[in-house]
């Protein structure tokens, strides 16, 4: 009986810690970022930087950008407004796109 039960527990061990391995796993795997930098220009050629910007979340830029040049991994949408509304374009990693209507928001989609 006493052998049955400690079978029982280490069972019940293993089973625990490979369900968190594959949860600790699964959480890596979620939390990606591109790697590189996102740079981006005022009308006055000042530049402003996001370095190792996250996957799939919406970045409000500082000021409206004249110039927006994708250095990441990872391709990269560009909109007009704030909260990634208004859709500009889609840069490929190493490509950058100068706009007149000034985009204020980004956002990693590869």
Do not use: W
């Not at 950008?65 to 007009?80: D, I």
């Not at 859709?87 to 990693?93: E, I, M, N």
């Amino acid at each position: 009986m006493r052998l049955r039960h400690a079978l029982t527990r280490l069972a019940r061990l293993g089973l625990t810690a490979g369900t968190a391995a594959v949860l600790v796993a699964g959480l890596a795997t979620n939390a990606q970022a591109a790697a590189g930098t996102i740079r981006y220009f005022n009308f006055s050629g000042q530049e402003f930087r996001i370095a190792d910007p996250p996957d799939n979340v919406c970045l409000a830029l500082q000021i409206r950008a004249t110039n927006v040049t994708n250095e990441t991994n990872k391709r990269v949408s560009v909109y007009l407004g704030t909260s990634c509304n208004t859709f500009v374009t889609t840069l490929a990693p190493g490509r950058g796109v100068s706009y007149v209507g000034g985009p204020q928001s980004v956002r990693v989609i590869g």
